[in-house]
Every structure is written in structure tokens, then in C-alpha cells.
């Protein structure tokens, strides 16, 4: 019987950089949720007048890296809270970085598109924060 490879995702990370280089990142509190880039390729029809059969035909387009989000605790105008302003007021394209369990890190450049706190009358404050990614990802090693 094969044993499972399956890892949970405690310990995951999410981190912005500053931009230097080399470049320094720091991990975000409290983070509990994190949807990585979500990759898709652009479909381009390539059909003309003698198509075989008839059919339609396609020739893959460009790389579209999609968006990333995570969820966070909400705790107005604390570090994070504060961080999270700064990069949406900023609206310039930085550095995110996510550091899995096993060591890998993916690192991307990506746009603050939107932060949406939500504050329930009876469960704990949570925002999520979400990114359109403008890069492919480095998948690299830990260290």
C-alpha cells in the first residue's frame, strides 16, 4: 500500500518585498488562508478556410498568471492593517512572496487590487486581500 505524500498548509507564509536588492521580505501576521497564483493560457483560434474536417483549431496564446488572495485577521490600523493600506494607496507593483511548508518559495510581482474587511457580529474580524499577478512565478528552494 502506498503511504501519502499529502502536507497540510500550517506554516505557510505570505511576505511583501521592499524592493532592494537584495531584496528583504517580511511575512504578514495572522494570515489564515492563501489561494496562489492561478495560471491560465489564452486559447487563440487559428481556424481558416482549409481547416481539416471542418474544425475549428486553436493555437495556445499568452500566459495570463491570474490573481492571488489571502484572508488575514482584521485588526484596524494595526502593523498589518497598516502595511496593507500603504500597498493599496500605493498602487504600484511589488514583489509578494509565498513560502510553503516544505521550504519552497514562489515569488511574483503583483498589483494590490482589492482589500475587503469584514467584521461579523459574532466571529472574529477577517479581510481578504487580493492581488492581480503581472509576472510568472519563481518556484526556488528554501534555503
Known sequence: MAVANAIIGYGTTFAFGDGADPEVFTVLAEVTDITAPSDSVDIIEATHMSSPDRTKEFVAGLNDPGECSFDIHFIPGAGDDTVI???????????????????????????????????????????????????????????
Open 85 to 143: 493600506q500603504a500597498l493599496r494607496n500605493a498602487g504600484t507593483k511589488n514583489n509578494y512572496q509565498i513560502t510553503w511548508p516544505n521550504g519552497r518559495t514562489w515569488t511574483f510581482a503583483a498589483i494590490l487590487t482589492g482589500y475587503a474587511p469584514t467584521a461579523p457580529v459574532n466571529d472574529r474580524m477577517t479581510a481578504t486581500v487580493t492581488f492581480k499577478v503581472t509576472s510568472s512565478y519563481v518556484d526556488a528552494a528554501g534555503v
